[in-house]
């Protein structure tokens, strides 16, 4: 059902949701950002519904919540293992569109793909979505050629009005707290954008090929190996473990898993200390073509979201959507070659 | 031909190799202004002096060619720009009113440049709106970071922003950035213990490297500006040298407070044989001893709890 409200009901309904919930949105975080006086927009615990950045892209996704930078996962003596505690809450998640999309990646990685993995299922299994509508695209955005500026599954939206906020709630628990609450009923339909200014065609006819091409070449050269495009990318989902001994006595610890960078150095390391993939043309190469041809291969749909979160991140201004539009160039100069 | 010398420098204007003719010193503190202004420059430059400007090396300009006689008239038009810079005067319309204190200079700073940890210019006008008009003999520049574009060590007072840089180590994902851009580019502060960053308090300089190479935002600046102070650089001819570190770590209010309790000291013990009333601080400072010279400056200053003074200071440099 559709309910509007005032910002007072919203936070009554924020209140008692936290009983239960912490609430996780975008939050402007002044000073945050790298350069000196600048913002960052970043997921963090928030209480009332002004702290919600609405009107501007987060620069890291809401990931961090389900699969945090940097997770321990249980302690160790020299003959114990103790696991780390779970949260005692359940996560209740604002996001757009592109995002929720990016959860159904998340999922299919860490929960479909084989196994179960246990530390994500048991934040992912007490959490709860609330769709941001999104009125336009921001820079970078292309979602609706990757087919996500639109979706049903969420477990209610909120978007802000003239006057206050309204939302579609499709939580039967809920309910009842939200009407005891809001102004009024109606049908609410969340916004969508139907049009972006950026648009990525990505050709059939891809194949491993593509490899071979020059087009990766210049990457070489123009990228500095940070590994931004990966942490702040909401479907980027590797990981490192590290084994941690407490300095005081060498043989207790803990085993963390922390983000890790397809991009970044030490990624394709191997036993003996060579590395796989050395240049960073090569790399992008790998990143790029796991974002819009292997997973799709495996999964049938394609793993990027069209958030441009990478484009609007890199130092270098290097953009991920730039990078799909040479590929229909790229096929023909590798099928010349033949 | 009658003028007063003397009144005609104080008034910012100039006694030039050329006789009867003389240029008007406009100053800018911050090194930055509103374009507008540039074409009220240029239309006292035509209409009186011989139709160019000099950028001064301490960032204002300097008309020249002007004849004694139309100090007034050009006085008349530099008051919309001394107006609009909110330079402080004693008579409007009559120009500026003192030129030893001398433009506060200022790089850039976080209008545009990534390094700068803050605002250069606004905090340069603060120190502007509380030093002038004064006739001693005051240099003062400030700097975003250190890298130090302005040269603010070559003054009597130099200002470099410093970023105290904050570690979330849950946000670390162990990936070395920091560590080595702060080897190759800085001080070498931060070392990787147990895939955690450790920073060493006393080498970190807080050129806020760190925080910029972070990819995870696990760096971030702390939301209070400061700085560090050096003091006493100079050029000149008889023993020019490098400013020292005075205090690190200090904050804006405490930076002003000191600059204006210098004043009252160099009052105090210039001197008073001085050619021109103009002495480097510096020299005065040698002849006081830098604990006396401590003593004023620090004179009901509150430093922050951060803030680490050094001492004694001694000055190198170049003997002729
Ligand atoms: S593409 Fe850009 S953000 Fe990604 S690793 Fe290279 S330089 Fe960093
Ligand atoms: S750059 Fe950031 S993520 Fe990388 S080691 Fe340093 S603090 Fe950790």
């Known amino acids: 059902m559709g309910f509007s409200f005032s910002k007072e009901g919203i936070n009554n309904v924020f209140k008692e949701w936290s009983k239960d919930y912490i609430i996780y949105a975008p939050k402007r975080i002044i000073g945050g950002g790298a350069f000196s006086d600048t913002d960052s927009i970043r997921y963090e615990k928030i209480d009332t519904v002004d702290e919600i950045e609405f009107n501007v ?4 996704s809401f990931k961090e919540i389900l699969l945090p930078i940097s997770q321990t996962l249980f302690f160790f003596t020299e003959d114990e293992v103790k696991e780390a505690d779970g949260p005692k809450k359940g996560a209740i998640i604002f996001l757009r569109s592109c995002d929720l999309h990016a959860v ?21 299994e007490k959490g709860k979505f609330i769709l941001i509508g999104c009125k336009s695209a921001f820079e970078n955005c292309f979602c609706v050629d990757m087919n996500t500026n639109k979706i049903d599954a969420y477990d209610a939206s909120l978007e802000p009005t003239e006057n206050g906020y309204v939302m579609d709630n499709k939580c039967q628990d809920w309910e009842e707290l939200l009407l005891n609450n809001s102004l009024s009923q109606d049908e609410v339909n969340p916004s969508y954008v139907t049009e972006t200014k950026i648009h990525v065609n990505i050709p059939e006819g891809l194949s491993i090929d593509i490899a071979k091409s020059k087009m990766w070449d210049e990457y070489d050269s123009r990228c500095i190996n940070c590994g931004r495009c990966n942490f702040v990318c909401p479907t980027c989902t590797c990981f490192t473990m590290q084994d941690i001994f407490y300095t005081d006595n060498g043989k207790v610890g803990e085993r963390r898993r922390v983000h890790a960078s397809c991009m970044v150095d030490g990624y394709t390391d191997v036993a003996g200390g060579s590395s796989y993939r050395k240049n960073n043309g090569q790399r992008m190469r790998f990143k790029v073509l796991h974002k819009i041809y292997d997973y799709k291969k495996r999964f049938g749909y394609h793993m990027c979201v069209g958030c441009g979160r990478c484009d609007d991140i890199c130092p270098e201004y290097i953009s991920f959507s730039n990078c799909i539009n040479k590929l229909e160039d790229a096929i023909k100069e590798v099928n010349g070659n033949e | 031909m009658d003028v007063n010398t003397k009144v005609l420098k104080k008034n910012a204007f100039r006694v030039t190799k050329q006789r009867g003719i003389t240029a008007s010193r406009i100053r800018v503190p911050g090194g930055h202004l509103e374009a507008k202004y540039l074409s009220m420059i240029q239309k006292i430059a035509d209409t009186y002096g011989n139709g160019t400007v000099h950028i001064t090396s301490r960032q204002g300009f300097e008309i020249p060619g002007i004849k004694y006689e139309d100090m ?10 001394i107006e609009g810079l909110d330079i402080n005067q004693e008579v409007p319309g009559q120009g500026y009113s003192a030129a030893g204190t001398r433009n506060v200079v200022a790089c850039i700073g976080n209008k545009v440049c990534p390094y700068a940890c803050y605002d250069t210019t ?9 030093i002038f008009p004064n ?7 400030l700097t975003g970071c250190p890298n130090d574009c302005a040269k603010v060590r070559m003054h009597d007072f130099g200002i470099m922003g410093m970023t ?22 800085s001080v070498a502060a931060l070392k990787a213990v147990n895939y955690r960053v450790q920073r060493n308090e006393e080498k970190c300089i807080g050129c806020g490297e760190c925080v910029l190479a972070c990819p995870t935002a696990a760096w971030t600046r702390k939301q209070e500006k400061l700085y560090r102070l050096t003091i006493f650089g100079r050029t000149g001819k008889k023993n020019p040298r490098m400013g020292e570190d005075f205090i690190k770590w200090v904050d804006e209010d405490s930076i002003i407070k000191i600059i204006l309790n210098t ?15 103009k002495e480097h601080i510096g020299y005065i400072v040698d002849r006081t001893g830098f604990e006396e010279f401590k003593k004023w400056a620090l004179k009901d200053v509150n430093l922050p709890s951060t803030a680490e003074i050094c001492t004694p200071i001694y000055w190198k440099g170049i003997k002729y």
């Open chain 2, 122 to 130: 606004k905090f340069a006008k603060r120190i502007e709106k509380a």
């Open chain 2, 164 to 185: 105290e840089p904050r570690y979330d180590r849950d946000r670390c994902v162990s990936c070395g950035a920091c560590v080595k851009k702060c080897k190759k580019k």
């Open chain 1, 104 to 124: 159904k990646r998340l999922d299919e990685i860490y929960l479909r793909n084989g196994f179960e993995d246990y530390y994500y299922k048991r934040i992912r």
């Open chain 2, 135 to 141: 006739d001693l003999h005051f240099k003062i520049a």
């Open chain 2, 263 to 277: 004043y009252d000291y160099v009052k105090k013990y210039i001197d008073p044989e001085a050619p021109g009333g």
């Open chain 1, 57 to 60: 892209k987060s620069t890291f």
């Open chain 2, 72 to 81: 007034p008239k050009v006085n008349e038009l530099l008051q919309p720009i």
